[in-house]
């Protein structure tokens, strides 16, 4: 029974020390200009969903009335535009970004049907290997919630919200 246990500690010591000098050898291309690795996308995916957890439950001490929305909208235009674009304009520098970031704002569906506490979770933690910060030490947790509200209802904004959201440069 020792040489059984012996045995798969010996192999899997193997299997480790074959990916190890795999990847260090040049085995793995890093480029951001690459494809994405087999199973890169949806281990990601899961560790992100893991992180989150019940998280994803937590619902917003906020409402989604029009001031909240204008609120988020004036945040995100200050932080977010900038890599996950405008109102109906992708952002030109999300191009350069590896795993690009979604387009969060229609025309695309952004992350709409994602639980906003989902979103917050994301927003105050950020996500690991990607270019997506942290913005709890920057914002207020209101200030998330905001923009997590403004991304959860992205498809359906009141007009003044959306003309808020069209406007070349935001103060």
């Known amino acids: 029974m020792i040489k ?3 045995g798969v500690v010996v192999g899997i010591g193997f299997l ?13 291309f890093m480029g951001t200009d690459a494809k994405p690795l087999p199973l890169e996308r949806s281990t ?13 439950d937590d619902p917003s ?12 909208a004036k945040i995100y ?3 977010c535009a900038g890599c996950h674009g405008r109102l109906d304009q992708a952002s030109s520098a999300a191009k350069g970004f590896y795993p690009r970031p979604p387009h969060l704002l229609p025309p695309g569906k952004g992350v709409t049907d994602d639980p906003v506490g989902a979103t917050h ?4 933690h950020g996500i690991r290997f990607s270019a997506m910060p ?10 998330i919630w905001q923009a997590s509200l403004l991304l959860k209802n992205a498809d359906k904004l ?3 919200v959306q003309d808020f959201l069209r406007q070349p440069q935001q103060r």
């Not at 990916?19 to 040049?26: A, E, K, M, R």
């Not at 001490?61 to 988020?72: C, I, T, V």
């Not at 709890?136 to 209101?142: A, E, F, H, M, P």
Request: glycine share 8%; proline share 8%; net charge negative.
């Open 4 to 6: 059984f246990f012996l």
């Open 61 to 72: 001490p906020l409402p989604p009335d029009e001031a909240n929305l204008q609120a988020g």
């Open 158 to 160: 009141p007009a003044p």
């Open 44 to 56: 990601a995916g899961a560790a992100i969903s893991a992180s989150i957890g019940k998280n994803a």
């Open 16 to 28: 480790v020390l074959a990916s190890y000098l795999f990847v260090t050898h040049g085995g793995i």
């Open 121 to 124: 979770w994301v927003v105050k």
């Open 134 to 143: 942290s913005f709890d030490q920057k914002l207020s947790d209101s200030e």
């Open 77 to 79: 235009t200050q932080t």
